[in-house]
């Protein structure tokens, strides 16, 4: 097995480098728990289901459950298929990016273009002038994350690199300075955030939608409003746009954040409340028409404006900061350790 070279900087060893890079086992793992997890509440749910009367109002309600247990099962499944099929190699001056479907082969000397994107799932796409390949960090370990980041930094010009310095302030300048180990405790300025706060989250809306949920089905005869708890649920996956040991927030973003989740509270009680209010014809429906449609569309469009509002305030402090995390990020060089593979070829 070849270790990766302690000095990436060396351009020349770059294309002698003979290394596959796979993700690690705990991808495998949360796709196996989260499977297990929602299979259970789904049928926890079934046996609800089944206490009803009505067999139209069930066949519904199976089918809700269903589509909602489906699309988290795909996505536990994806998992498992990335840690068992995506890998990473250098092979002698080319690079082969294997996914779970495709397969992706280049050579170094031929790549154009290295974009760096980001987002909630940090990517550097590779182009050359027939192929375009992309790489997930979020699939790999910080270690693994920060050496492909120096990998790519190093070894091509400045202007093949695209959106590079709002990469380096999100992603790479946390890599570099952060304990990968353990999280850092934040200091009077800044506050951590961690998959813990999420997890807090919704398990308060869980917890609301379910006594919303059986008071309302109690009340109408009614049990598919016991499923109300499963789309809070289904948002459990937002825990995973956070890194495994948090990050650091600077109070006045932590403070965005802050508002940003009363809001969408106290949106929802607000639709919840709005809607038990014509469903129980406390209010009268203008028109004979249903109120649900209409109260959910304005609902998500508030919601939507919010989240807008919000990305457009955080990308404007962004961008001041970007030049300055670039410039940090130059004045040193981050610490490689050797970090070996399973798969590795040797």
């Known amino acids: 097995m070849i270790e990766r070279p302690e000095d990436i900087h060396n351009l020349s060893g770059l294309s002698q480098i003979d290394q596959v890079i796979q993700p690690p086992k705990t991808v495998r793992t949360e796709g196996i728990l989260n499977l297990i997890f929602f299979t259970v509440i789904f049928f926890g749910f079934g046996f609800l289901i089944t206490l009803g009367e009505c067999a139209q109002s069930r066949v519904r309600l199976w089918l809700l459950a269903g589509g909602c ?24 001056g080319k690079l082969i990016l294997q996914g779970v479907f495709t397969r992706r082969e280049m050579k170094l000397s031929e790549i154009e273009v290295v974009r760096w994107k980001p987002g909630a799932h940090s990517q550097i796409q590779i182009r050359t002038a027939n192929t375009i390949g992309t790489i997930n960090l979020h699939n790999y370990d910080k270690e693994d994350q920060l050496w492909l ?19 380096c302030l999100k992603i790479a300048l946390p890599l ?6 353990t999280p850092v405790p934040p200091n009077s300025d800044a506050f951590l955030h961690t998959r813990r706060r999420w997890d807090r989250l919704i398990i308060i809306m869980t917890l609301i939608t379910a006594l919303t949920g059986i008071l309302t089905a109690w009340h109408l005869q009614e049990p598919k409003y016991l499923l109300l708890p499963l ?17 650091s927030i600077p109070l006045n973003e932590h403070q965005d954040f802050t508002g940003l989740s009363r809001f969408l509270a ?16 406390l209010i009268p429906t203008p028109g004979n028409l249903g109120a649900g449609w209409p ?24 961008m001041e900061k ?19 593979q399973e798969g590795a070829a040797s």
Not at 149 to 167: G, K
Not at 266 to 281: E, H, K, P
Request: proline share 4%.
């Open 231 to 247: 789309f809070p649920l289904c948002c459990w996956f937002v825990r995973y746009t956070v890194p495994r040991e948090g990050v």
């Open 295 to 318: 109260i959910t569309v304005i609902w998500i469009a508030g919601l939507y404006g919010k989240f807008f509002q919000f990305e457009r305030r955080q990308h404007q402090r962004d």
């Open 149 to 167: 980041i120096h990998c790519f930094h190093a070894h091509f010009p400045e202007h093949y690199q695209e959106n590079w310095p709002l990469f």
């Open 176 to 181: 570099k300075t952060g304990d990968h180990k």
């Open 266 to 281: 106290l949106w929802s009680v607000a639709w919840v409340m709005i809607y038990l209010l014509f469903r129980l014809a």
């Open 322 to 340: 970007a030049k300055t995390a670039v410039q940090e990020w130059d004045a040193g060089s981050a610490e490689l350790a050797p970090h070996n």
């Open 69 to 92: 247990w489906l699309l988290t099962a795909a996505i536990s499944i994806w998992g498992i298929l990335v840690w068992k099929y995506v890998s990473i190699t250098f092979q002698r």
